[in-house]
């Protein structure tokens, strides 16, 4: 597998994508500064992984110490975060600490986010071991927690000195985690590469059931347009890398109202990225047959497309706190054509409610 | 009065020192980009000046909201700084609001770190009430809350736009408070400039006595030092900036020790830069007579000169978690003469052990 970069000068970093790189004394020791290394994983991940990781760093004779937490959305708070800062201060690690996320994205968003505050920066390493961690939350530094009333709402852009993406550990992920993360592979061909979503349509039985090959096919078509969009944008003070969230308006929206934990991100995704695609149609921008081909291959990948029971009225306020929001206004990412998204700002909520109806959520 | 400029290239910024420049809408309004306004204060200084800056910011047409935390270093962590967030995500607040802090150094750290953290960064304004804020914690970007292991350890640097210190708002200041905030002021004089502290000798009753003018040229004469301090070392990332902690290391050993909200903060210091000069003198550096001016200094500004009363074994612990320490080594600021600091890695803890033991701190 060729090595990408994302490429932000100073702040530029390589994305491994191969089987047995988590562990790999070569990828990873370059990226650790001082003595002090920090492992932060979750219950269900470090009993597979931790050990073989923990036994590079300590053969190169660094001090390592960890910690373990609790797996799921409904932990990526500041109670949790907190738990990674008790354990850097009772280990007594300094500001040359290097913290390593080893997990999803949520482990990913907390490790990162912790690295940008924990005595105001230390380095920081990303080992995704989820699919949607590998294809989208490792990349690009955007860190943070979710508050009760919105979801990433506290954060910091914090990039990694290294992200280790090893698609040998995908053969233990669940079902469920495999499709989630189909979700925001989907997302990429839809927003900017039409033969990349052909490529998925043809290959999708073949993903789903594991292919080496095209697996690691997918995760690196998928870190390349990540790499180029945060070069392009890297803070989101453009439009540019607010395209990446599309569906993710009306998702977070779902994740919101339903409880951090209870929707995985990549489903709350697709069913948000079927609700862009009903707005974008309503506006005359794709058709119905477009429509159509994104829910049969949000199905074949094992999604859901269906909204949950959430009322208009708690649907559009949970929309309403979105970080795109400028000055209380609603902005949506939607498709202008098939492989093409765009920014708009949406004054007149009516067709948004139409939308919301089209899935069952109604007033 | 001169306006000072923090100059680091585009994050530089203008700190303005005079009388009436806390509610001036012609330095405030240019700072201000959105139309979003969090006003951050406290329940000492809110009812005094929060009112007027209110009152300029709406006839402006600017959207405003508040949140008042009680006063003091106490309520300096995560509890209290999710408050801000409460009221940010409750007001629907976005990315282009601008939170403005308007109180002293505790007030200044959480909403300078509330605004690096809020959708991974929003704009803010310091209006910094407290001798100490105006001379020291406003300026220079480090914000942050404290851990119960150990003070500012989590934390973002994060420049505000604009410093806005108003010399008249000095008059209601408590007198404990301007003594902690002449610590801070003394101690730009012992790290690099022997002639303010001269200065400082000779005009410390009429300091004490709030001569507005002295006042005025005290803080110009800090925010100068602090400003070039700042602009050679932003991130800290060489020992130019450290200097600027003489004193803060057995410092925050007792404000950690005694619980914080006990001693003030600048209090603190004043103990921490005695413990400082003494050991300085021990290796030899400074004589007596230097240490005693000090203490003579220190007295005359109305500061404590003698520690409170912790086990050796405490104040070393609190003192090993302190940002400078590297792999687990102590790093002090020490003073190779007065108006010359130096970072110093201190190994042999004997000496640290003899300074502690002479102002009654022993095992």
Not at 93 to 121: E, N, P, S
Not at 297 to 313: E, F, K, M, R, T
Request: proline fraction near 4%.
């Amino acid at each position: 597998m060729p090595v990408l970069t994302v490429a932000l000068g100073q702040r530029s970093y390589p994305i491994h994508i191969d089987e047995q790189v988590f562990a790999n004394a070569d990828l990873l020791l370059p990226h650790i500064h001082g003595r002090q290394v920090m492992l932060v994983s979750n219950t269900t991940v470090a009993p597979l992984y931790l050990a073989p990781l923990r036994g590079v760093l300590e053969a190169a004779g660094l001090t390592v110490a960890e910690v373990i937490l609790p797996d799921g959305e409904q932990f990526k708070d500041w109670q949790h975060l907190q738990h990674i800062f008790d354990a850097l201060l009772q280990a007594r690690f300094g500001r040359k600490a290097t913290l390593i996320a080893l997990g999803g994205g949520v482990i990913g968003d907390m490790t990162g986010f912790a690295a940008a505050t924990y005595q105001r920066g230390v380095h920081f390493i990303q080992i995704p071991t989820t699919l949607l961690a590998q294809v989208d939350s490792s990349v690009g530094g955007k860190t943070g927690i979710n508050h009760t009333l919105g979801k990433n709402m506290i954060g910091a852009f914090m990039q990694p000195q290294v992200v280790l993406a090893d698609t040998a550990v995908l053969r233990t992920l669940p079902d469920r985690e495999l499709s989630a993360g189909l979700a925001e592979i989907i997302k990429y061909g839809l927003i900017r590469d039409p033969g990349f979503l052909h490529w998925l349509h043809d290959h999708m039985p073949g993903l789903m059931a594991r292919d080496p090959a095209l697996l690691a096919e997918a995760v690196a078509r998928s870190c390349h347009h990540k790499a180029e969009v945060v070069a392009a944008d890297e803070l989101e003070q453009h439009d540019v890398r607010a395209l990446l969230n599309l569906g993710h308006t009306f998702g977070h929206a779902i994740e919101t109202n339903m409880g951090y934990g209870q929707w995985l991100h990549g489903e709350a995704v697709a069913v948000g990225m079927l609700m862009a695609a009903d707005l974008s149609q309503r506006f005359g921008w794709i058709d119905a047959a477009a429509v159509a081909a994104l829910r049969t291959l949000l199905l074949a990948a094992g999604l859901p497309v269906d909204a949950p029971a959430i009322s208009a009225a708690d649907f559009l306020a949970a929309m309403a706190v979105d970080k795109k929001n400028v000055d209380g206004r609603l902005r949506l990412v939607l498709l202008r054509a098939v492989g093409d998204a765009v920014v708009v700002n949406v004054d007149d909520l009516a067709p948004v409610r139409d939308t919301l109806a089209a899935f069952g959520v109604s007033a």
